[in-house]
């Protein structure tokens, strides 16, 4: 442009002469600089002249000039805005900085998902449990945050139709906020970004409100710490053994709602005594108690019965009563060994329910032999009915057992020489299924190994270690010698109070409030609870008669609860239709049954012949 006008303006004659080169500039002593001559043919094919150049580089320079004196002038803005924030914050602001390891962070996550903070942002994240390696997913599970789409009574569960259920958080940036009429300023930082890794993803959330008391972040804080309680304080997070990169390690788990304690039928003597010596145990004076008298801070208790009984439920609401979570291991898995289950039992946290299901098929224990003579026993029977050869051992129950009814906090070294007074090897209060015996066989989970992890150097101390088993009395006594098991709990069939117990807690479930009943009322001695028979209420009474009646039909000491609960569910909305059928109930399950045992001996029978 500025080329055109110099060829053209008429009042600068001189500029026109010569090709439009102006005066004093002669561009012929240029060619013989290196590579001007091609310069020259390229401006000509694109139809400019050689003049051009002087004006194109004035362009660029001028350009150059204003951009370069733009900037300068921007980072002086840049350094002086900083240095205000500086000053700003330093001394005008307060603020918090939360790190994703903290549980802190997951909780005031949580609290900003519930109140739709963020939510409505064009950024956002968007995660399930699909995949259990994602850092969501671990944080997720590491601090048993839900998804903010459950609904508020906790009981909802991660997954719907589809599989789990999409969940949405406040991505990483900036958001403003009003608390308690105050601005606050939350900045989600990503620190370092490892997917892969287990660590996961580390953040930093910084909290920022203005005014140099801290008060109002502590509040806030305090108020997501309160809210998380509430809303998770109900959820039991189950972990199993899954695989990672090919080998077993625990799964990322199962955030599940907690299992009432209340729900549990059994001895409510045995059930207060578990709650008691457990609460004692994880009590903040209890580590130093142990330190102090250098006995291993850990805490083992054997639950042993009849399948279906109640055992696995019990550590459920035990662990949901603790509000610790829950570690299942399964002994009778072909695929334990003891490195594995070594490996497994050091990456468990310090404070945690581990619930070592099937303890009697740690595989080198020699009772193989024991165990095919207790079938071969039930072998002589003349109708085969298994529930008879099951009576003796039951009714025995009050003599036999050896429950420790002594607390952490009094003298464990007398609470474990009880138990192990009474580890006798009573014979097999019922035939054990057959493929246990080939399991002892086949494992490559040894006793010592076992026994290594129980309570070797290298075993983690904090944790409380419950066993259960069908059949004690294949336990070698080692395993539950004092300091291994301090309480042995016994689960039996249904007498006439658990029938009754488990037909009335089907139709007049608790009710939430009563699920959320607080410690103190749940400390309460059973009888002085307040219980929703207990109010004079006509269907209630009905309700009571109905379950008696059902509990009298019912033939004692024959039936799980499992069982029980099995077939009043069938009539879940006809309490009366459930009395009338469970006489018929009884004698097919009696026939099926024993037609079961019939087959399973002819089995056993044919394996030895083999
Ligand atoms: N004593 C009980 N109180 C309440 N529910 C029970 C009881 N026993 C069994 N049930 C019910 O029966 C089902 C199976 O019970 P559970 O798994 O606790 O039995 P278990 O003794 O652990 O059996 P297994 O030896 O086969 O592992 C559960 O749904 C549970 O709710």
Redesign the pocket.
């Known amino acids: 442009m500025i080329s055109t006008l110099l060829h053209q303006n008429p009042l600068m004659p001189n500029s026109l002469g010569g090709g439009g080169m102006p005066e004093g500039m002669d561009f012929s002593k240029l060619s013989s600089i290196p590579g001007f001559p091609i310069l020259q043919k390229l401006l000509g094919s694109l139809g400019l002249d050689t003049s051009h150049l002087v004006t194109i580089s004035l362009i660029i320079t001028v350009t150059a000039s204003f951009f370069g004196f733009l900037s300068h002038s921007l980072s002086g803005v840049r350094s002086s805005a900083f240095t205000l924030w500086s000053f700003i914050s330093d001394n005008l602001v307060s603020s918090a900085r939360i790190h994703s390891s903290d549980i802190s962070f997951a909780q005031l996550m949580k609290w900003m998902e519930d109140r739709k903070i963020n939510l409505d942002s064009r950024n956002f994240y968007v995660t399930s449990r699909l995949n259990p390696n994602s850092a969501a997913a671990k944080r997720m599970t590491m601090f048993r945050s839900r998804s903010p789409t459950d609904d508020d009574n906790g009981l909802e569960s991660d997954e719907d139709n589809f599989g789990p259920k999409v969940k949405y958080e406040p991505a990483p940036g900036v958001t403003f906020f009003f608390y308690k009429g105050h601005l606050v300023i939350a900045n989600r930082k990503i620190d370092v970004d490892h997917y892969w890794s287990p660590v996961g993803t580390d953040e930093t959330l910084f909290l920022t409100t203005i005014g140099r008391s801290p008060q109002l972040l502590r509040e806030l804080i305090a108020e997501a710490r309160l809210h998380w309680h509430r809303k998770e304080i109900h959820k039991t997070t189950v972990y199993t053994v899954g695989k990672v990169h090919g080998s077993p390690a625990w799964d990322s788990g199962r955030p599940r709602p907690a299992r009432d304690i209340r729900?549990?039928?059994?001895d409510e003597k045995d059930k207060e005594l578990i709650k008691r010596d457990a609460k004692d145990y994880l009590h903040k004076d209890t580590l130093r108690w142990y330190m102090e008298r250098g006995v291993p801070y850990r805490r083992g208790y054997l639950f042993h019965?009849?399948?279906?009984?109640?055992?696995?439920?019990?550590s459920l609401a035990l662990a949901g009563y603790l509000n610790l979570n829950l570690y299942i291991l399964s002994l009778s898995s072909s695929k334990m060994c003891d490195d594995t289950l070594s490996q497994l039992f050091m990456s468990l946290p310090t404070r945690c329910i581990v619930l070592l299901?099937d303890v009697d098929c740690a595989g080198i224990d020699n009772r193989a032999d024991d165990i095919d003579d207790d079938l071969s026993t039930d072998d002589s029977e003349s109708d085969g009915s298994l529930e008879r050869g099951r009576k003796p051992a039951v009714s025995s129950k009050k003599t036999d057992r050896n429950v420790t009814r002594v607390s952490p906090l009094e003298k464990p070294e007398k609470v474990t020489s009880d138990v192990s007074s009474n580890s006798s090897k009573e014979p097999s209060p019922f035939p054990l299924p057959r493929n246990l015996a080939q399991n002892k066989r086949q494992s490559d989970l040894s006793f010592s190994g076992l026994l290594n992890v129980l309570d070797g150097v290298s075993s983690q101390e904090g944790r409380i270690l419950i066993m259960?088993t069908?059949h004690k009395s294949a336990l070698d006594d080692a395993l539950i010698r004092p300091g291994r098991v301090d309480i042995d709990i016994e689960?039996t069939y249904a007498d006439r109070s658990?029938s009754k117990q488990?037909f009335q807690?089907l139709y007049s479930p608790l009710n939430r409030e009563e699920d959320l009943a607080t410690d103190e009322e749940e400390d309460a001695p059973t009888e002085k609870r307040p219980t929703t028979l207990s109010k004079v209420d006509p269907k209630k009474a009905r309700l009571v008669e109905l379950a008696s009646r059902f509990a009298e039909k019912v033939p004692e000491n024959e039936f799980?609860?499992?069982e029980l609960?099995g077939y009043v569910m069938m009539h879940k909305h006809d309490p009366e239709g459930a009395v009338d059928g469970v006489e018929e109930w009884v004698q097919k399950t009696r026939v099926r049954k024993a037609d079961l045992f019939k087959l399973r001996r002819r089995r056993l029978r044919n394996r030895r012949r083999d």
Do not use: D, H, Y
Request: zero cysteines; charged letters at 10%; glycine letters at 16%.
């Open positions: 729900t549990v039928i059994m019965g009849p399948p279906g009984t109640g055992k696995t439920s019990l299901e259960t069908n689960f658990i488990v807690g799980s609860p499992a609960q």
